[in-house]
């Protein structure tokens, strides 16, 4: 466990005002049929000895298992598809206008959802 911060803050594990740290974890899951290691952020309470995650650390460590996977079987990783449309300076809409794809692939591909392989290889 890496403490990358520390805030003084009510606890959401013990319901106290102390300091609470934010750490990183190095996590290992089962996600489709394949065990994946990926870097995981949560709040640690050090009066319970727990972690909790935050709803936006679990929409982050949602995505860095979705990232490690893709990366693991060879698709694009969300940032690198954000980097794709920064380079050609376009919009999620755009690229998606572009490519002739619905509307909310782009945003979906870079948030929460993995790409097939075909839609992968057109990016």
Same mark, same amino acid.
């Given at each position: 466990?890496?403490?990358?911060?520390?805030?003084?803050?009510?606890?959401?594990?013990?319901?106290?005002?102390?300091?609470?740290?934010?750490? !990183?974890?190095?996590?290992?899951?089962?996600?489709?049929?394949?065990?994946?290691?990926?870097?995981?952020?949560?709040?640690?309470?050090?009066?319970? @000895? =727990?972690?909790? =995650? %935050?709803? =936006?650390?679990? !929409?982050?460590?949602? +995505?860095?298992?979705?990232?490690?996977?893709?990366?693991?079987?060879? +698709?694009?990783?969300?940032?690198?598809?954000? &980097?794709?449309?920064?380079?050609?300076?376009?919009?999620?809409?755009?690229? %998606?206008?572009?490519?002739?794809? @619905? =509307? &909310?692939? /782009?945003?979906?591909?870079?948030?929460?959802? /993995?790409? @097939?392989? /075909?839609? @992968?290889?057109?990016?």
């Amino acid at each position: 466990m890496e403490i990358i911060k520390k805030a003084k803050k009510e606890c959401l594990l013990c319901m106290e005002e102390h300091e609470v740290e934010t750490a !990183k974890i190095q996590e290992v899951e089962l996600f489709r049929n394949r065990e994946v290691t990926y870097t995981a952020t949560y709040e640690y309470c050090s009066n319970t @000895d =727990e972690l909790i =995650e %935050t709803e =936006e650390m679990f !929409k982050s460590n949602d +995505l860095a298992l979705k990232d490690s996977y893709r990366a693991e079987v060879g +698709l694009l990783t969300s940032n690198e598809i954000k &980097a794709i449309r920064e380079k050609y300076r376009v919009s999620q809409k755009g690229l %998606t206008r572009v490519l002739g794809w @619905d =509307e &909310a692939t /782009i945003s979906c591909y870079e948030t929460f959802q /993995i790409q @097939d392989r /075909i839609h @992968d290889n057109l990016l």
